[in-house]
């Protein structure tokens, strides 16, 4: 793991559209079509599907917007407006536990279709949350990131 490897930052919302305006508002940062879905994720209760909804910027620094799940590790950080820093992986697993032996809490994996680990989030007793994510989905995330559409579906070129 490497500090160059890290390409975003995450936040969670309560108001979705709320927060994508204001940034647009502030910033001037412009969205990809948000992505809604139910995903299936490993929790430390066990494996479960939760409906998903996030969009990344198309303007860098990237910034990702989650919608708020209830009772899950998807709610807003008290104090503060950062959920996680994202950083690519070529191997999940490994730097999972490597995180795991330096004292961060394994709270969420997702998980493809055979049980693959796609992303995982690690919490430590201080700084952010971390998101290790597979490399081998940057090509879809940089297609998703150059479509150019914001998150109502209109063009941001």
């Known amino acids: 793991m490497k500090a160059e490897d890290q390409y975003h930052a995450g936040i969670v919302v309560d108001d979705f559209e709320g927060a994508l305006g204001e ?63 994202g950083y690519w992986s070529e191997d999940v697993d490994a730097d999972s536990a490597a995180l795991a032996r330096r004292g961060m809490t394994l709270e969420a994996s ?18 952010p949350r971390i998101e290790l994510v597979r490399r081998s989905l940057a090509p879809v995330l940089e ?3 150059a479509s150019g559409a914001d998150a109502s579906g209109v063009s941001a070129s």
């Not at 998807?74 to 950062?82: C, H, L, Q």
């Not at 997702?110 to 201080?126: E, I, K, M, Q």
């Open 23 to 85: 940034l647009t508002s502030l910033f001037g940062y412009r969205w990809c079509e948000e992505f809604r879905a139910e995903v299936p994720v490993r929790l430390p209760g066990g494996e479960t599907t939760l409906g998903l909804r996030f969009t990344y910027s198309v303007s860098t620094p990237r910034l990702e917007i989650i919608q708020t799940v209830p009772g899950t590790v998807w709610e807003p950080v008290e104090g503060s407006g950062i959920h996680h820093l």
């Open 143 to 145: 297609q998703w990131w």
């Open 110 to 127: 997702g998980l493809a279709p055979d049980g693959t680990v796609l992303w995982a989030y690690h919490r430590g007793p201080s700084g």
